[in-house]
């Protein structure tokens, strides 16, 4: 199976995701603030989705401006966050970042990223203590539409499963994946493969025998 017939095949099964952004309640919603789109990310590292939304709508209501968030005690800020975990790891890692912000453009803002092609942002987001190859790609991906697929534990478990990959860990996959992704699909490929992770290709106990994909699957030929 090749990733373009995989892509038609998600679409065929979950629809054609339409671009959102992240809004003040945490929901994401399309063309966001991309420092609002960093910390969100940030937020939603080792989480649930409800727990890092309930945890960014605290943070905005009790830090209603980044530089009110960047002037807190960091136990503060832990506390605001704490119901998305980590928490005493996140807020000073989210601090620093705001802390250089400020002291290397004189702002709180990262909308100095759309000058930057797509690797040059890559490689500066990533320069944050905390910020991976797919918290950057996801600031990429939802805050500036750009063409870069971000990859988490269902994306490198499914792309493996099918076959269509052979990596031992997300970021390897991460680096396989951005040039084999069809042209304008990156978007829709992400969203719909972590669908299909959380309804049938499960870490433990997959679906296999209600799973679309299972003709063309390695792992479910293993299994028969």
């Not at 960093?38 to 727990?51: E, P, V, Y």
């Not at 250089?100 to 500066?124: D, H, I, N, R, V």
Request: aromatic residues 6%.
């Amino acid at each position: 199976m090749t990733l373009s017939e995989l892509t038609l095949l998600l679409e065929r099964d979950y629809g054609k995701p339409t671009r959102t952004k992240r809004d003040a309640e945490g929901a994401v919603h399309f063309q966001p603030d991309l420092l609002d789109e960093l910390i969100g990310t940030m937020l939603s590292q080792n989480t649930t989705d409800a727990n890092s939304s309930r945890a960014f709508a605290e943070l905005k209501k009790r830090f209603p401006t980044w530089q009110a968030a960047l002037e807190a005690n960091s136990s503060q800020l832990a506390s605001a966050i704490r119901i998305g975990g980590l928490a005493k790891q996140k807020a000073p890692r989210i601090q620093r970042i705001l802390k250089e912000l400020k002291k290397t453009t004189g702002k709180l803002s990262l909308e100095f990223l759309s000058a930057m092609t797509t690797a040059q942002a890559m490689q500066y987001l990533q320069g944050f203590t905390g910020v991976g190859s797919k918290t950057a790609a996801c600031v990429l991906m939802f805050g500036l539409g750009r063409e870069v697929c971000p990859v988490d534990t269902h994306i490198h478990r499914i792309l493996n499963r099918l076959g269509i990959l052979s990596t031992k860990n997300a970021d390897e996959t991460f680096t396989s994946l951005q040039s084999l992704v069809p042209k304008g699909k990156s978007y829709s490929l992400h969203i719909n493969l972590i669908r299909h992770g959380k309804a049938i290709c499960k870490a433990r106990h997959p679906l296999c025998e209600r799973c679309s994909l299972a003709e063309s699957c390695k792992y479910f030929a293993a299994t028969v």
